[in-house]
């Protein structure tokens, strides 16, 4: 069936490094690639999106690049910070008429001060 | 403006017992979701409502009905819980089905015995 599929489970990075997130997607009509991130006993928030017009966004020290011929895409953050620490997850619009988001499974990541 | 409101925040049933999750919107939102989210497996789809009288399917309906009220709110119910339900439920919703942003509730943490 469609899925995403979320690398790695867990990240432990040191303050001030960077880190990657991968996922890959199997719907080449996916048109819809969010990321949201998750911090203890909350709910998911949007922290960024792309739209499959565009191959890559930015916003501060969060950057997400889109790669359709692949199908896959990335979350990058830079100069991490212990506040960035949570559980992130990606998401695609898969299906008949795209008409709802499929989930990673998640990464933890870990900013060691 | 509350956005995104569940109820209860917390229940626990006995195995056999129903009972009802409340969700509801002030955004004016035309889409609302139901997941669950069990450790490790990220967020799972249960069922949708692409627009007011309108409910489809997710990835796993199995157990679960819904029933979306009106524009505003949008609930879910257990006929019979089971063990395998015990879960961490959330609503969301979005402007529209297709490449919007999906916003959450806080979650409702259900533990069947």
């Known amino acids: 069936g469609e899925n995403v599929e979320q690398h790695p489970s867990t990240l432990s990075v040191q303050e001030g490094d960077s880190a990657v997130i991968k996922c890959t997607y199997s719907d080449s009509a996916s048109n819809y690639f969010p990321w949201y991130k998750q911090e203890l006993g909350k709910r998911p928030q949007l922290i960024i999106d792309?739209?499959?017009?565009?191959g890559e966004k930015k916003d501060q020290r969060i950057a997400v690049t889109l790669n359709k011929t692949a199908k896959h895409f990335s979350l990058h953050i830079t100069e991490t910070q212990p506040e960035d620490s949570a559980v992130y997850f990606c998401?695609?619009?898969?299906?008949?008429?795209?008409?709802?988001?499929?989930f990673g499974s998640g990464t933890r990541l870990q900013v060691q001060p | 403006n509350a956005g995104v409101t569940q109820t209860p925040k917390f229940q626990v049933l006995k195995t056999g017992q129903s009972m009802t999750l409340q969700c509801a919107q002030d955004m004016n939102h035309n889409s609302m979701y139901w997941y669950r989210q069990d450790p490790g497996m990220g967020l799972r789809l249960i069922y949708y409502?692409?627009?007011?009288?309108?409910?489809d399917k997710g990835e796993v309906p199995n157990g679960y009905n819904v029933s979306r009220l009106n524009k505003r709110e949008f609930s879910l119910r257990l006929e019979s819980a089971a063990p395998s339900q015990t879960s961490v439920y959330f609503c969301?919703?979005?402007?529209?089905?297709?490449?919007?942003?999906?916003?959450f509730g806080p979650g409702t943490r259900l533990l069947v015995l």
């Open positions: 409502s692409a627009s007011e009288g309108t409910t």
């Open positions: 792309i739209r499959s017009n565009v």
């Open positions: 998401a695609a619009n898969l299906g008949p008429g795209r008409r709802a988001l499929t």
């Open positions: 969301a919703s979005s402007r529209d089905r297709e490449r919007e942003t999906q916003y």
